[in-house]
């Protein structure tokens, strides 16, 4: 069954640093990319970037200067660390995979100034 | 980056009614290997986004046959033939033909 759950802190200060992590099941990350999306509250949703089933990744070009995605594929998890965060980087952070078939319940995150 | 516009932005419909959303990118979405990259999302209040068609028609696994998807380049089109009311929320398009993929704006179905 595959399942990708999201976890990490609610509560980030403002001008501090995100991390969260997606952990998969189900499948395995050299079979399949994970991609990181979020929805600010109210808001659509923004492709933040994604890292392919050969390690390789893409960014979307207007946080690509503060967001860095990783794997780790013995532990089945991706993640995502996010510099220099600001108020309206509060939303739900969910991560997919690639086919967008899959998601996880999503992480709200609230940065605080 | 690619745009993606979604008309309409809301969208009010009764039971039964057949709806159609509109998904516009500002440039071809066929990718160099054939393939046109643009799927239909739906995003329930309070639940993540839930695949409904993928490589513009095709029907994802479980999802109702009502539910189809149509064009080709650059022009879009989910259909929804015979609302019900599990059908209300949030559609999104979102091409991952061209890096960074992109979604569109979305189109909220409610009930008039």
């Known amino acids: 069954q595959v399942q990708l759950k999201e976890s990490g802190p609610v509560l980030v200060q403002a001008s501090e640093t995100l991390s969260l992590t997606c952990t998969v099941s189900g499948f395995s990350l050299t079979n399949y990319g994970v991609i990181w999306v979020r929805q600010p509250p109210g808001k659509g949703l923004e492709w933040m970037g994604i890292?392919?089933?050969?390690?390789?990744?893409d960014y979307n070009s207007a946080l690509k200067s503060r967001l860095s995605i990783n794997r780790d594929t013995s532990k089945s998890q991706v993640f995502l660390k996010m510099n220099s965060l600001q108020t309206d980087d509060t939303a739900i952070y969910y991560c997919?995979?690639?086919?967008?078939?899959?998601w996880g319940q999503g992480v709200m995150v609230t940065v605080s100034s | 980056d690619v745009v993606l516009t979604q008309t309409p932005p809301t969208l009010s419909a009764t039971i039964g009614q057949s709806v159609s959303i509109s998904c516009r990118s500002s440039?071809?979405?066929?990718?160099?290997?054939?393939?046109?990259?643009l799927n239909w999302l739906l995003q329930r209040p309070g639940q993540p986004p839930q695949l409904l068609i993928y490589?513009?028609?095709r029907l994802e696994s479980g999802v109702p046959n009502r539910f189809s998807g149509s064009g080709s380049g650059t022009d879009f089109t989910l259909k929804i033939s015979g609302v019900e009311a599990e059908d209300l929320g949030v559609y999104y398009c979102v091409q991952s033909t061209h890096a960074p993929w992109t979604f569109g704006g979305g189109t909220k179905l409610e009930l008039k």
């Open positions: 490589l513009v028609s």
């Open positions: 890292i392919w089933r050969n390690g390789n990744t």
């Open positions: 440039q071809s979405l066929l990718h160099s290997n054939g393939n046109t990259y």
């Open positions: 997919t995979r690639d086919l967008s078939d899959y």
